[in-house]
C-alpha cells in the first residue's frame, strides 16, 4: 500500500540518516555548539534495516540515500550497504568523501553505485573556510578515486552569494569531459546556519551567469526530482539547480526521511517528527505512526512561509530546532 498523503503524493523515496556526527564542520549545515547523540541513541544496523524493509515490503519505496552527519562515520556502514542493496532498490548515499577512499572498494562490492558528494569550492582556503577542516587535497583526491571506479557522482555544491558563487562556472566546466552530474544548491534556512535571504545565490542568477557564457539545454527530469537538470551540448555531464528557496518543488515531493535516532520526518523542513525508534523496540507496531506522520504533511515547506525577502522573520521563527547535520541531505 503507496503512502499518499492528504495532496496526493505518492512516497517512493526514503531517506536514511544514520548517523549526526560529521568529520567536517560546514558552516551551513552544523551549528557551532552542536551535541551529538549517544552511541545507544543511535539505530543499530538491525533496526536501519527492520524500517527499511517495512517502508520497501510494505510501502513501496523504491529508493533510499542513506545520508548522515557524515554515514561512513558508521563502522558498519558497508554491512548496512549489503543488507539494503538486498531489497533491490535504487540506493545513493551522501558523503563529505573525506575517508571514502577506506570503504569505495567495500561500498561498490556491497551494491553502492551512485554517490553524492558535497564539494562547494576548488579552492583549499576557501574549503577550510565553509568546511572549518583543512582537507580540501583529500576530499577532492577521493572523489576522482570513485569516479576513476565506475561510481557514478553527483556533485553538491551549496551556492552561498559571495562566498563561493565565483566558482559557478568552473564547476560546470568540470561537466565537459567529465560524466558528473553537478547540482547547485539554493542555500536553504536550518537552525544554527545564519541563513539570510540576501545569501541566497538564486536559480535564476546561476542560469543567468552560465547563460552568459555557455549555451545549455533542458534535460527531462523525473517527476520527482529535486533538480532542474541542464546540459551544455556535446558535454559529457550536467548541471542541475535544486531551487527550494525561489522555485520549491513541492507538489512532486516523494521523500520521507528517518534520523539517525528513529525519528520520522515527512519533510525536509518539518517541525514535527515521529519517534519510530522507542516504538520498535518497545515491539509496538510502527505502521499506525507512519501512516499517521505522512497523512500530516503540509503542502510546502513543511508549512513554514516561502523563503521570500518580506517572511525572512517569520521563517526564521518558525524553522525547526534541528539542524540540517542532523536532518540529512
Ligand atoms: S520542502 Fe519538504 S515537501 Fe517540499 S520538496 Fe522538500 S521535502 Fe518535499
Not at 137 to 159: C, P, Y
Not at 231 to 240: H, I, Q
Not at 252 to 258: E, G, M, T, V
Amino acid at each position: 500500500m503507496p503512502l499518499q498523503d492528504l495532496h496526493s503524493r505518492t512516497h517512493r523515496s526514503l531517506r536514511i540518516s544514520v548517523v549526526d556526527k560529521c568529520d567536517l564542520r560546514c558552516t551551513y549545515c552544523m551549528p557551532e555548539d552542536q551535541h551529538f547523540l549517544k552511541r545507544e541513541e543511535l539505530m543499530t544496523r538491525e533496526e536501519v534495516v527492520t524500517i527499511a524493509r517495512l517502508f520497501v515490503e510494505r510501502y513501496g519505496i523504491t529508493k533510499i540515500r542513506l545520508t548522515g552527519g557524515e554515514p561512513l562515520l558508521r563502522p558498519d556502514v558497508v554491512e548496512i550497504v549489503r543488507d539494503l542493496a538486498a531489497m533491490r532498490v535504487k540506493l545513493g548515499l551522501t558523503t563529505n568523501a573525506v575517508s571514502l577512499h577506506k570503504y569505495i572498494d567495500g561500498l561498490a562490492a556491497a551494491g553502492l553505485r551512485s554517490l553524492n558528494v558535497s564539494l562547494d569550492t576548488f579552492d583549499a582556503d576557501r574549503f577550510k573556510r565553509i568546511a572549518r577542516r583543512d582537507l580540501y587535497e583529500q576530499v577532492w583526491n577521493n572523489v576522482r578515486l570513485a569516479h576513476d571506479r565506475g561510481m557514478h557522482i553527483k556533485l553538491n555544491m551549496v551556492v552561498m552569494r559571495g562566498v563561493n558563487d565565483d566558482e559557478i562556472l568552473r564547476f560546470v566546466e568540470l561537466t565537459e569531459h567529465n560524466g558528473i552530474d553537478v547540482r547547485f544548491i539554493e542555500f536553504m534556512p536550518f537552525a544554527g546556519n545564519h541563513w539570510g535571504r540576501d545569501k541566497v545565490y538564486t536559480y535564476a542568477e546561476m542560469l543567468g551567469l552560465i547563460g552568459s557564457v555557455h549555451s545549455f539545454d533542458r534535460l527531462n527530469d523525473d517527476i520527482n526530482s529535486t533538480a532542474k537538470t541542464y546540459r551544455v551540448p556535446g558535454w559529457r555531464g550536467t548541471f542541475a539547480v535544486i531551487s527550494t528557496v525561489t522555485e520549491p518543488f513541492c507538489g512532486s515531493c516523494d521523500r520521507l526521511r528517518i534520523t539517525a535516532e528513529g525519528k520520522m520526518r515527512n519533510c525536509l523542513f518539518a517541525r514535527e517528527e515521529t519517534d519510530l525508534l522507542s516504538a520498535l523496540r518497545r515491539g509496538d507496531d510502527i505502521t499506525e505512526l507512519i501512516e499517521a506522520n505522512v497523512a500530516a504533511k503540509h503542502a510546502m515547506l513543511g508549512g513554514l512561509p516561502p523563503f521570500k525577502p518580506e517572511k525572512q522573520e517569520e521563517v526564521l521563527n518558525d524553522l525547526s530546532e534541528r539542524p540540517m547535520v542532523s536532518i540529512g541531505g
